[in-house]
């Protein structure tokens, strides 16, 4: 079962514009994180926010985290063509915290 | 270095055929997950490994799939009798500690596996 859900299912920019995505999930979780995967790279961990953390920042990218909300955002400033990926959420709750559960992603396509 | 491996990379098996996935974390990655990926989906958790012990196999299907890691490092799983619906990528992750919420998860390249 898939717990959380993005939005949208595909996004389509040009190269230097931002890119938001957006993930909403049902129960209460311990962290979220955000997943990239092509097909050059497979699946590689991009960011983790805790439970209590409300945003984070790594390079080009910025995650929002509304726990009240159950819904958490993915922005890519200034994208570049090599950005072009599916974008997954996944969360862990409760006692099980080393499951991920993932969203079904969002296709973003950046075009040069 | 090396990040986790996983092979064959593709798979093609006709229906009711066995196959065995392996999967070679990073080297010292305590902990080791199994994800089934359908198309067009989010991986889906299948199971999970401190060292040797199978500690949750609560995603497994069902008891066609069977996966295990004898000595706390490779892992195989391996599917019986396979049945069409069983054609997915199957994705391999790591991670350094047990687990716990703050790990980061690595994944392999995963093992595409087409039922014919």
């Known amino acids: 079962s898939q717990q959380g859900e993005e939005d949208p299912q595909a996004l389509s920019i040009q190269e230097g514009e931002n890119a938001t995505m957006n993930c909403s999930y049902k129960?209460?979780?311990?962290?979220l994180q955000w997943y990239r995967q092509n097909s050059g790279r497979g699946l590689v961990h991009l960011i983790l926010?805790?439970?209590?953390?409300r945003e984070k920042h790594s390079g080009r990218l910025r995650v929002t985290l509304d726990t009240s909300k159950k819904s958490s955002s993915l922005l890519i400033t200034a994208s570049r063509a090599a950005d072009t990926a599916s974008y997954f959420c996944?969360?862990?709750?409760?006692?099980?915290?080393?499951?991920?559960?993932f969203g079904k992603g969002t296709l973003l396509t950046v075009n040069p | 270095g090396a990040g986790v491996s996983q092979s064959p990379r593709y798979k093609v098996a006709k229906r009711g055929q066995d196959v065995a996935l392996r999967c070679d974390p990073i080297?010292?990655?305590?902990?080791l997950f199994w994800y089934q990926q359908a198309l067009g989906q989010g991986p889906e958790f299948l199971t999970y490994?401190?060292?040797?012990?199978?500690?949750?196999k609560s995603g497994l299907p069902s008891d066609r799939f069977f996966a295990e890691r004898p000595e706390g490092s490779v892992s195989t799983l391996k599917i019986q009798r396979t049945q069409q619906e069983d054609s997915a990528v199957y994705l391999c992750?790591?991670?350094?500690?047990?687990?716990?919420?703050?790990?980061?998860?690595?994944f392999g390249p995963g093992t595409r596996l087409t039922v014919l």
């Open positions: 080297s010292g990655h305590v902990s």
């Open positions: 996944a969360t862990s709750s409760g006692g099980s915290n080393y499951k991920l559960t």
């Open positions: 129960t209460s979780i311990n962290n």
């Open positions: 490994f401190q060292n040797e012990a199978q500690l949750d």
């Open positions: 926010i805790r439970s209590n953390e």
């Open positions: 992750a790591s991670s350094l500690v047990g687990g716990g919420a703050s790990d980061t998860q690595y």
